[in-house]
């Protein structure tokens, strides 16, 4: 399912502006956003990769309204999704962006097939069923995650934060 909300704020739209213009540059900006000790604390434990991938994911489907995209998951021959992701539709395809910054689908199965160890990988629709229940998903957090993120990519990208 896409979603598409009506706005994301400045900092969304300088986003989603990038993602169009240079997906691998966007990655990069959000990969280092998230990247700090200031970010890593807001997750209070846990890290992008070992169950705060959701919160992001929440995080930046906040930040995306406007853009076509969906929430994916990334399952292996367990239960549980592996990781959770954004997957953004734009002209030349779609893009994942989560921590570890943009890159394709392919590009995304073949590093949780090759480094991360995962047997058969596969993108799915993001479904609350799939994700474990100690998982981190406090809307609340994924607010604030938001908001930090969001405050992060306006001052790199020189855009005036409201």
């Known amino acids: 399912m896409a979603i598409t909300t009506p706005s994301g704020g400045p900092a969304g739209g300088a986003l ?3 993602l169009h213009e240079n997906p691998r540059a966007a990655g990069r900006l959000v990969h280092a956003a998230v990247w700090t000790d200031e970010a890593l604390a807001l997750l209070g434990g846990c890290g992008w990769n070992d169950g705060g991938c959701v919160l992001l994911t929440s995080a930046l489907s906040r930040l ?17 999704a592996q ?3 954004v997957e953004v ?18 590009e995304v199965l073949h590093h949780w097939r090759t480094v991360e160890r995962v047997s058969d990988p596969i993108l799915v629709e993001l479904d609350d069923a799939l994700i474990h229940p100690e998982t981190p998903r ?25």
Request: include cysteine.
């Open 16 to 18: 989603v502006r990038l």
């Open 64 to 80: 995306l309204a406007g853009q076509a995209h969906r929430t994916v998951a990334l399952l292996g021959r367990g239960p549980w």
């Open 83 to 85: 990781h959770a992701l």
């Open 89 to 106: 539709a734009l002209d030349g395809g779609a893009w994942c962006l989560d921590s570890d910054g943009a890159a394709t689908r392919d």
């Open 138 to 162: 406090d809307p609340d957090l994924a607010d604030r995650v938001a908001a930090y993120l969001g405050d992060r990519l306006a001052a790199a990208t020189g855009v005036v934060s409201s």
